[in-house]
């Protein structure tokens, strides 16, 4: 990478991020030696190392979020469940990961939002939805993959 450029940096969405996939960034973080920032509004331990951060942030809705859209950078990458979170990454120029390895694009997290938003309107109505469902080997296995896919990527660049 040429001198006076910055390099992509990895940003977390770090209070709803499984134990297991912040493991996985870590040990990535280390790997590629990549910048590895983990915000959230409580207090995380981290491993030590030169390549991991946590960025605290005041408790409130969506502080998290909006501190995160305002550090990225264009290619940046934001592992996160949170919809509208990646929706602003995306429109940023940043590429948003999902916890369960699916990288979310311009139309995928467009359709997101409108299924978000009509569940949205079917629980203040009453009708139970449900969640997610449970979080496995298989998930955590995509994400390790999805997460690679990526790092090789930002490697052929450098």
């Not at 990646?86 to 139309?107: C, M, Q």
Request: one cysteine or more.
């Amino acid at each position: 990478m040429e001198r006076g450029v910055k390099k992509v940096q990895i940003w977390v969405d770090a209070d709803a991020c499984p134990k297991v996939i912040k493991e996985i960034l870590y040990r990535a973080a280390e790997r590629v030696r990549v910048q590895l920032t983990l915000v959230a509004n409580r207090s995380l331990w981290v491993p030590r190392s030169p390549y991991i951060r946590t960025l605290q942030v005041a408790a409130g809705f969506d502080v998290a979020d909006k501190e995160i859209v305002d550090q990225i950078q264009a290619d940046d990458l934001v592992v996160t469940a949170d919809i509208p979170l990646a929706a602003a990454v995306i429109d940023k120029g940043g590429h948003a990961l999902n916890p369960r390895g699916e990288l979310y694009t311009e139309s995928t997290v467009r359709e997101r939002l409108s299924v978000r938003d009509f569940m949205d309107e079917l629980r203040g109505a009453g009708v139970v939805t449900g969640g997610p469902s449970e979080f496995g080997k298989g998930e955590r296995q995509a994400f390790a993959n999805a997460l690679d896919r990526i790092l090789n990527q930002w490697k052929r660049i450098e």
